[in-house]
């Protein structure tokens, strides 16, 4: 979703490249360009004079479009050609800086709006998502596949794993989906394989939310709040869209 139009939709698929959608997704059309392989990641600045701009990941690359997707140029490309970026993160206060998650573990930044890249953290595992703080910028929140939910406050060079108490919800750590509540910036709501759980505190406290699907009985792939109503959840499984 394009942060300064709601209309604007980007869609990365697998194995069919990136479609685009101006109206609200009624019509959707291909990328020119990009028109094979899977779409990892996409991510649009939050600034108006940045709306043509959009980064995504595909197999080992970070491209760039700054004019809608018409042309493209490769920001990021690893050597490790069996490995992956699998996620993108844009600092909400300066869009040149960029985050990056790798299959490796590794997690990059960008100051430059990808002109150059630095390593800022060798973790263990997929890094699956990275999302910035609502409000404070030098906060992000981060998922590693199996390894559950972590934390960093000093702009991603120090992590804190805050999944102790996500263990005690059997398959809480391998996390498919996240969704932080704009209103409050400390709430996060994480989708894995045991349901949807919550927490109000940047992650030192866990709590189950009650389902209509029983716990760890379908695979979750989504979940989202509504920004102007965070009461309203919604969650997907492979057949059914819940809403409470």
């Given at each position: 979703?394009?942060?300064?139009?709601?209309?604007?939709?980007?869609?990365?698929?697998?194995?069919?490249?990136?479609?685009?959608?101006?109206?609200?997704?009624?019509?959707?059309?291909?990328?020119?360009?990009?028109?094979?392989?899977?779409?990892?990641?996409?991510?649009?600045?939050?600034?108006?004079?940045?709306?043509?701009?959009?980064?995504?990941?595909?197999?080992?690359?970070?491209?760039r479009t700054t004019d809608c997707g018409?042309?493209?140029?490769?920001?990021?490309?690893?050597?490790?050609?069996?490995?992956?970026?699998?996620?993108?993160?844009?600092?909400?206060?300066?869009?040149?800086?960029?985050?990056?998650?790798?299959?490796?573990?590794?997690?990059?930044?960008?100051?430059?709006?990808?002109?150059?890249?630095?390593?800022?953290?060798?973790?263990?595992?997929?890094?699956?998502?990275?999302?910035?703080?609502?409000?404070?910028?030098?906060?992000?929140?981060?998922?590693?596949?199996?390894?559950?939910?972590?934390?960093?406050?000093?702009?991603?060079?120090?992590?804190?794993?805050?999944?102790?108490?996500?263990?005690?919800?059997?398959?809480?750590?391998?996390?498919?989906?996240?969704?932080?509540?704009?209103?409050?910036?400390?709430?996060?709501?994480?989708?894995?394989?045991?349901?949807?759980?919550?927490?109000?505190?940047?992650?030192?406290?866990?709590?189950?939310?009650?389902?209509?699907?029983?716990?760890?009985?379908?695979?979750?792939?989504?979940?989202?709040?509504?920004?102007?109503?965070?009461?309203?959840?919604?969650?997907?499984?492979?057949?059914?869209?819940?809403?409470?």
């Amino acid at each position: 979703l394009d942060p300064t139009d709601s209309r604007t939709l980007y869609l990365g698929s697998q194995g069919q490249g990136l479609y685009y959608s101006y109206d609200g997704g009624d019509s959707w059309w291909q990328s020119g360009p990009i028109r094979q392989g899977d779409i990892n990641a996409i991510v649009v600045p939050n600034s108006p004079s940045l709306r043509c701009t959009i980064y995504i990941a595909t197999a080992n690359r970070i491209l760039r479009t700054t004019d809608c997707g018409r042309f493209w140029d490769q920001q990021y490309y690893d050597t490790r050609l069996q490995e992956k970026v699998l996620s993108l993160a844009i600092n909400r206060e300066n869009p040149s800086i960029i985050y990056a998650g790798l299959t490796t573990g590794d997690v990059l930044k960008s100051s430059d709006a990808g002109k150059s890249w630095e390593t800022i953290a060798r973790l263990k595992g997929r890094i699956t998502h990275i999302v910035p703080h609502v409000l404070k910028s030098s906060t992000l929140y981060l998922t590693i596949e199996g390894r559950g939910f972590w934390r960093s406050e000093d702009d991603g060079k120090n992590w804190q794993d805050m999944s102790e108490q996500l263990k005690k919800f059997s398959g809480a750590l391998t996390i498919s989906d996240l969704t932080t509540d704009p209103t409050r910036p400390d709430t996060v709501i994480t989708a894995s394989k045991y349901g949807l759980v919550r927490t109000t505190d940047g992650g030192a406290s866990w709590s189950a939310l009650p389902l209509l699907t029983p716990l760890s009985s379908v695979s979750i792939s989504a979940v989202a709040l509504n920004p102007n109503n965070p009461a309203e959840i919604y969650y997907t499984t492979d057949k059914t869209l819940y809403r409470s």
